[in-house]
């Protein structure tokens, strides 16, 4: 089975797996479980930061990162499109009760600085919600957020006396992209969420990386949110797996998502709309994508063919260079 709808379904490895089974393991509630620990310690030093607190999912060390800098009644500026804002159930505003303030992105990703200046809200004036942080996301949707703006927008941030999150859910595919080492995609920020189970391929978890306070914050809230775990070091062991072993490698999914791109680009009746990092974005002639999804399930190849809009195709570990172009002839026989 080739699966292009997401870089989030990879399997573990056996060697990922093994890590697991031989983890030293303790109660990571009480604070010694010594692979949670030794993961913290790897991620926040990789990441140029103090500290730093694993969770299950991406969705909730997001959520704690935003309850650890904004108190209730407080806004976050965010991307319309933003996963924190559009894709996480509305939980900053349902459990955190912050006020997101959605702002339209540019073609590129960013956050225009006009649109952030006019959506920031008096101070001292009790009609309006404190804008107290700007949330970016990178890579957003793929794409790779240029440098200038990221630093541009949090200097900015910095100047209003915001805070700065990083939705870092792929920040490795941005590191990996842009040839910089984490710490440099990192330093922007006061606080970023990496996770380990997209393109780095372990089955869950991510790690919150900012300050000792602002993490001492957000583990309060992670236990609030039941994301505290006891022998979680079996979780971790992959996350560890994942860092010594799966980070250079993103480069081949940068690769294979070129090579997938450019062959679709040469077929008739596909439109290849963006491709960046491990994801492209192409829309197919609207009347063949029914067909066209199931007679893909046929052999084998997972994608969505969304009818008259765009379709997300991501590589991913599980994904090689003969895959890709098994994708690609199967494509052109179908549309043919
Ligand atoms: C950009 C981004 N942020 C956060 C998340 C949330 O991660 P999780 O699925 O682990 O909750 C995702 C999930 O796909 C994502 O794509």
């Known amino acids: 089975m080739i699966d292009l709808r997401s870089d989030t379904v990879t399997r573990p490895s056996a060697a990922m797996l093994q890590a697991m089974v031989s983890a030293p393991l303790g109660d990571d509630v009480m604070g010694d ?16 930061k103090a500290a ?8 909730q060390s997001n959520l704690a990162a935003l309850m650890a800098h904004c108190d209730r009644g407080d806004e976050y500026l965010v991307g319309q499109l933003a996963h924190t804002y ?9 459990l955190g009760s912050i006020q997101p303030q959605p702002i339209e992105h540019a073609e590129d990703g960013s956050l225009p600085l006009e649109k952030l200046a ?11 919600a404190r804008t107290r942080l700007l949330a970016l996301e990178n890579t957003f ?26 939705d870092g859910a792929r920040v490795f595919n941005a590191a990996v992209a842009s040839g910089k080492p984490l710490a440099d995609m990192c330093r922007p920020f006061d606080s970023v969420s990496i996770c380990f189970s997209k393109g780095l391929g372990a089955p869950v978890g991510s790690v919150l990386v900012g300050s ?16 505290g775990l006891r022998q979680s070091g079996v979780l971790a062991a992959a996350c560890l797996y994942a860092l010594a072993h799966n980070v250079d490698r993103l480069a081949d999914d940068h690769e294979n998502a070129r090579a997938l791109a450019e062959g679709l680009r ?17 829309e197919f002639e609207p009347s063949r994508c029914e067909a066209l999804t199931a007679a893909l399930a046929k052999d084998d190849i997972q994608m969505r063919a969304v009818y008259g809009g765009p379709t997300r195709l991501v590589t991913h570990l599980d994904v090689s260079a003969d895959d890709v172009r098994r994708v690609v002839q199967a494509v052109a026989r179908h549309l043919a």
């Open 33 to 48: 479980d010594p692979t949670v620990i030794q993961l913290q310690v790897a991620v926040a030093e990789r990441a140029g």
């Open 52 to 59: 730093g607190l694993f969770f299950p999912s991406g969705t």
């Open 86 to 94: 559009k894709y996480e159930g509305g939980g900053a505003a349902v």
């Open 118 to 128: 006019a959506a920031v809200k008096p101070l001292g004036d009790a009609h309006f």
């Open 141 to 166: 949707h793929g794409k790779l957020i240029p440098a200038a703006y990221i630093q541009a927008a949090t200097d900015w941030a910095r100047g209003q006396g915001l805070g700065t999150h990083l």
């Open 212 to 227: 000792q306070e602002l993490i001492a914050r957000a583990h309060r809230w992670r236990k609030m949110l039941g994301g």
């Open 266 to 282: 040469a077929i008739p009746g596909v439109k290849v709309l963006s491709q960046d990092t491990n994801m492209l974005f192409v």
